[in-house]
Each structure stands twice: as C-alpha cells, then as structure tokens.
C-alpha cells in the first residue's frame, strides 16, 4: 500500500497513469478534477460554486477542494491513494499532511510529471472523452477508429472538456506555475520527491512511475 501524489500542469498525463495504477495496483485515484465535475453535476449550491469557478477558468478554493478530498479519504483503499490535481497550492500540502497524520496515513511518494509547454498546449486541445464510459481519445496522437464512435463502448457521445481551450488553458497554466510549482521545492526538501518524463511513451512513463513506487 502507498500513498502518492501525481505532480504536473494540466494536460501532463496525470490522470492516464492514475488509471493505470488503479487497474495494476488497486490503488484508489482522488482526481481533484473528476469530483469537481462530479460536485458540478450535482446541482448543489457546492455544485454551482464550482461551475462559475471553472467556466472562469480559474483554481477552486482550497475551502472547497480539502472538503471533497476529506470526503473521499474516509473510506479505505486496498492499494493506496493517488492524489491526482491535489495539493495545488502549500496550503493544500500542509492541509493534506494533517489529513493523513489524522487518519492514521502518510505520504510515500511525490512523483513530478516534467512536459514542455509547447507540447502540452498541443495535448490538450486535441483531447475529447466518450460521455459514455469516459475512455479518452486524442485528434493526433489517439483517434477513435470510426469518427464520433467510441472504441469501447460504441456510443456516440463524444465530449469536449469546455475548459480545454486555448484560452482557458493560458490561465490554467499561469495558476500552476504561479501556486502550484513551490511544491516542488517543498517536497524535495522532504526528501519525496522523484521526476519522470510526462512526454515519454505511456508504457516508458509508467514503468518510471513504477519503478518510484517500488522503492517507496
């Protein structure tokens, strides 16, 4: 059992090796960003929070993200977690210490996905999902195989993220390095963390995250 955090802008992978590591290691993903969607579906007054946040492009407050992670850490996972989008900020780290210390956890491992700018402006923009199942495609490098048809499933709902613009993207990427980039700093003091290729093949950028856990 570990817990890790996946470090990265937007568009860097986390959430491909997440999904791997749920399937091979039983790992349970808290994806900051698949319970925002989740809470902006939801219709709740949290919900409709986080919509006029995103439909502005901008980060979440810490207030409303250390809620829905605490949620989420109450039940227990077999594997670990994956802290997918989370921490964001130092705040968020701290918050997150006291989390696990209070639960009786800890951190064991922080793994920093590195991308160019560049080539993740173009990974983004090209990304849509199957509305259906939620496998996602990309227009370059991962196409479905019949246009509008989901290769999995065969449904034809095929989604853009409304966030993945070029536009909203400037200022996502802003916000990151802006707040979320002292993490780095921050975790390497505490000796945690590790750096992979985030623009290696999925299979190369997988066995480097493996290889980090092992070790853990």
Same mark, same amino acid.
């Given at each position: =059992?570990?817990? *890790? *955090?996946?470090?990265?802008?937007?568009?860097?992978?986390?959430?491909?090796?997440?999904?791997?590591?749920?399937?091979?290691? #039983?790992?349970?993903?808290?994806?900051?960003?698949?319970?925002?969607? &989740?809470?902006?579906k939801s219709g709740t007054e949290m919900g409709r929070r986080v919509a006029e946040v995103m439909a502005r492009g901008e980060l979440v407050t810490d207030e409303i993200v250390i809620g829905l992670i605490a949620e989420k850490l109450a039940s227990p996972a077999a594997g670990g977690f994956i802290?997918? +989008?989370?921490?964001?900020?130092?705040?968020?780290?701290?918050?997150?210490?006291?989390?696990? #210390?209070?639960?009786?956890? +800890?951190?064991?491992?922080? *793994? &920093? =996905?590195?991308?160019?700018?560049?080539?993740?402006? #173009?990974?983004?923009?090209?990304?849509?999902?199957?509305?259906?199942?939620?496998?996602?495609?990309?227009?370059?490098?991962?196409?479905?195989?019949? &246009?509008?048809?989901?290769?999995?499933?065969?449904?034809?709902?095929?989604?853009?993220?409304?966030?993945?613009?070029?536009?909203?993207?400037?200022?996502?990427? =802003? &916000?990151?390095?802006?707040?979320?980039?002292?993490?780095? +700093?921050?975790?390497?003091?505490?000796?945690?963390?590790?750096?992979?290729?985030?623009?290696?093949?999925?299979? #190369?950028?997988?066995?480097?995250?493996?290889?980090?856990?092992?070790?853990?």
């Amino acid at each position: =059992m570990a817990n *890790i *955090i996946l470090l990265g802008p937007p568009g860097a992978g986390k959430g491909t090796q997440a999904k791997r590591l749920v399937e091979e290691r #039983a790992m349970v993903q808290l994806s900051t960003g698949d319970m925002l969607r &989740e809470a902006k579906k939801s219709g709740t007054e949290m919900g409709r929070r986080v919509a006029e946040v995103m439909a502005r492009g901008e980060l979440v407050t810490d207030e409303i993200v250390i809620g829905l992670i605490a949620e989420k850490l109450a039940s227990p996972a077999a594997g670990g977690f994956i802290f997918d +989008g989370f921490p964001r900020t130092l705040m968020q780290a701290d918050a997150l210490g006291a989390l696990l #210390a209070r639960t009786g956890q +800890g951190l064991d491992a922080v *793994i &920093e =996905m590195q991308v160019d700018d560049a080539a993740l402006v #173009a990974r983004i923009t090209g990304r849509y999902t199957c509305g259906s199942c939620g496998e996602v495609y990309h227009d370059q490098t991962r196409p479905s195989k019949v &246009e509008g048809t989901c290769d999995v499933c065969g449904g034809h709902n095929m989604q853009r993220r409304a966030d993945d613009n070029a536009d909203a993207l400037k200022t996502r990427l =802003m &916000e990151y390095y802006k707040k979320t980039s002292p993490l780095i +700093g921050y975790y390497y003091a505490k000796g945690q963390l590790s750096s992979v290729d985030g623009l290696a093949e999925m299979d #190369a950028v997988a066995a480097a995250v493996a290889k980090v856990l092992d070790k853990a």
